[in-house]
T-cell receptor, first 115, second 117 residues
Framework: AQTVTQSQPEMSVQEAETVTLSCTYDTSESDYYLFWYKQPPSRQMILVIRQEAYKQQNATENRFSVNFQKAAKSFSLKISDSQLGDAAMYLCAYLDTGTASKLTFGTGTRLQVTL | DTGVSQDPRHKITKRGQNVTFRCDPISEHNRLYWYRQTLGQGPEFLTYFQNEAQLEKSRLLSDRFSAERPKGSFSTLEIQRTEQGDSAMYLC???????????????FGQGTRLTVV
């Protein structure tokens, strides 16, 4: 079974600074997707960024980028120019490409953004 | 389209009572998923439907849990004889099946927070 590990329960960053959230995963599959979701206090999760395992190029979405290291099974999220609205729980997730396409989540990193 | 909606948002129930939650997916999405999230944990997969067929159930889904999706539209999740350990956020997500372009995004509802006292 696949597992996703987020070893940083909480992180803090100053506004306008850069922060990196770490995520590692374990799988025997070669074809899969990885995601970062943002879960604000209202709890509705929003997709931040996704990475297809077959793509070597790291995904980027505006201020959000990932560092995908397939051999190391590492998938970190970098948030540049942090804003107060970035404060939330960030969940790393793995998707198998099998029939169910269910997501396996890590335990999350709660990000605080300070002035 | 207003996205995935879940009802109720909060539910407090006494131990031993039955509860039912509802999820209305995005209308054109044929896949619907239920997840459970306890405090300090990430969401865990419970079950999923493709149209009206329930295709997979997690071993987390004990026989006290049942889910339905009649006519492939909304879905209900019922918990019978609730226990304190059932206290959690129950999340629903929907998406289209895979297409030629690859994975299609899953959209989540705001969840139903269940508290069993």
């Amino acid at each position: 079974a696949q597992t996703v590990t987020q070893s940083q329960p909480e992180m803090s960053v100053q506004e306008a600074e850069t922060v990196t959230l770490s995520c590692t995963y374990d799988t025997s599959e070669s074809d899969y997707y990885l995601f970062w979701y943002k879960q604000p206090p209202s709890r509705q999760m929003i997709l931040v960024i996704r990475q297809e395992a077959y793509k070597q190029q790291n995904a980027t979405e505006n201020r959000f980028s990932v560092n995908f290291q397939k051999a190391a099974k590492s998938f970190s999220l970098k948030i540049s120019d942090s804003q107060l609205g970035d404060a939330a729980m960030y969940l790393c997730a793995y998707l198998d490409t099998g029939t169910a396409s269910k997501l396996t989540f890590g335990t999350g990193t709660r990000l605080q953004v300070t002035l | 389209d207003t996205g995935v909606s879940q009802d109720p948002r909060h539910k407090i129930t006494k131990r031993g009572q039955n509860v039912t939650f509802r999820c209305d997916p995005i209308s054109e999405h044929n896949r619907l998923y239920w997840y459970r999230q306890t405090l300090g944990q990430g969401p865990e997969f419970l079950t999923y439907f493709q149209n009206e067929a329930q295709l997979e159930k997690s071993r987390l889904l004990s026989d006290r849990f049942s889910a339905e999706r009649p006519k492939g539209s909304f879905s209900t999740l019922e918990i019978q004889r609730t226990e304190q350990g059932d206290s959690a956020m129950y999340l629903c997500a929907s998406r289209s099946a895979w297409n030629m372009g690859g994975y299609t995004e899953a959209f989540f509802g705001q969840g139903t927070r269940l508290t069993v006292v």
